[in-house]
């Protein structure tokens, strides 16, 4: 089965569990298959944590889930060490970021100290506790949803913490037909128990480097690095992309290229890609009168194709 048959598997299923979000659907594919960690914020019931669990069930991969609290400690994720009388000794427990997948749900509920915990993990792949450094699970994931910020109870993502995330996407309502689906259908998470993993662990890493043996032509490259340098002028936000974020564009282009069935990155993939990439990155001016999503794409009108 070639990559396009694979992928397509893939999309087909999640679709059966979450219907009429095809364009979600494929950009989390996307995201997962450009090895990025996904954040999914949207308001409570909209199947965030749903989408999450279909996701590890399609790509058949370790699960982990941690309900984040307010007094959820960096330990109750990484893990402890514990005296083990019959050892004696201490003896590391992992905690549940040793896992292939980890959700994070309502990540925003934990404080500022229990989120900081997972910037190793998401950027190196380890966790370093009581002096000592661990590897994490090949492929890691984390999938994190979180509630708007205007709801009671929520810490804001800080900066650092938003850049580790490839892509941040927004579920948002069904529309009529697709919630009388809901309404008449079976329950979602039965569904979900019910998926059969449709990948090993190698053919996932076999699709990661078909991502990455995507070709960029120099012009694509030319258009990627317009676009970050009109982020950086001032007149559309704050503060402009960083090297890891426009690292990250390029690859959520290329795995958007794959999937599109291309060998190839058009400027087509670049588009459809980057508000989910850039747009959780970045602060509009003042005087923008508009979200960071809709000031995205006003500033690709404005950026010249190649």
Known sequence: MNAQHKIKSLLDQLNTVIVGKSAQV?????????????????????????????????????????????????SDLTGVSVYERGKEAFVFHPGPVFAQVLLADEINRASPKTQSALLEAME????????????????????ATQNPHDQLGTFALPESQLDRFLMRISIGYPDRAAERMLLAGADRRDMVDGMLPLLSDDELMQLQREVQAIHTAEPLLNYVQDLIAATRSGRWFLQGLSPRAGIALVRAAKAQALISGRDYVAPDDVQAILPQTIAHRLVPVGDAGRGAVEQVRAMVDAVPLP
Do not use: N, W, Y
């Open 26 to 74: 494929q950009d989390c594919v996307a995201c997962l298959l450009a090895g990025g960690h996904l954040l999914i914020e949207d308001v409570p019931g909209v199947g965030k944590t749903t989408l999450a669990h279909a996701l590890s069930r399609t790509f058949g991969l370790q699960f982990s889930r941690v309900q984040f609290t307010a007094d959820l400690m960096p």
């Open 124 to 143: 190196e792949k380890q966790v370093s506790v009581e002096g000592e450094t661990r590897a994490l699970p090949h492929p890691f994931f984390v999938i």
